[in-house]
C-alpha cells in the first residue's frame, strides 16, 4: 500500500525548497520510502505580483527589513544541510509564480513533474534565473526533456489556467494558509519546513 503526500508550495519560497528537501530525505532513508509518492500543488504566495515581477531587495525590505537578512543567512545555513545552495543576491526580481505553476502542471501531464518543480527551486534561489520569464522557462524546460516550442506555445496561451486555478481553492477549501503544507493521503497534515525526524515519524506512523 503506497502513501501518497501532496504538497502546497510556491517555487519562489526557500522554505518549501528547504522542507521538500528534508522530506525526501526522510523518503530515502525510510524502509518504506519506495511505497511514497509525492505530488505537488499550486499555491501563490503573492498572486498580486505583476507580470513583470517585483524588485527583490526593495520588496522585501519593504516588508521585513534588516530580518531579511538574518533570515537568509538562516536558509543557507539550513540549506547546506540538504545540499541546497541559496544564492539570494542572485535573484534579483521575485516573479509572478502563474506560468511556473502552469509549467509545473504541464509537467503533471508529461510525467516530469518532480524534475520540474526541483528544477524550478534550482533555477530561482541557486541560478537567480527569472522563472517568471515564458523564454527562460521554455529554456529550463528542455533539461526535464520537454520540448521549448510546445512548452513556448502552451505558456503563451491560456492552457492549464483553469486547472491550476481549481487545485488553488482546493487548497484554499482545506485550510492552506501559508507553504510548505504537507498532506499525507489526504487524512494527516502538517505546515512548515519540518524536520528530518518529523517526517520520518509521520511517514512510519502512516505505513504502519
Known sequence: MSLKIEIYSDVICPWCYLGES???????????????EIHYLPYELNPSTPAEGHDRKEYLRAKYGDRIKQSDERLKTFGKEMGIEYN?????RIP?????HRLIWFADQ???????????????FTD??????????AKLST??????????KFLDSQKGLEEVRELEEAGYNLGVTGVPFFVFDGKAAVSGAQDVNTFTEIITDMTT
Open 22 to 36: 528534508r522530506l525526501k530525505q526522510a523518503i530515502a532513508s525510510h524502509p518504506k520510502g519506495s511505497e511514497v
Open 110 to 124: 508529461k510525467g516530469v513533474q518532480a524534475k520540474a518543480v526541483n528544477g524550478l527551486f534550482k533555477a530561482y
Open 128 to 137: 537567480g534565473i527569472d522563472i517568471g520569464d515564458t523564454t527562460l522557462l
Open 96 to 100: 509572478n509564480t502563474l506560468k511556473a
Open 143 to 152: 533539461e526535464w526533456g520537454l520540448n521549448s516550442v510546445e512548452v513556448t
Open 88 to 92: 539570494f543576491d542572485k535573484a534579483h
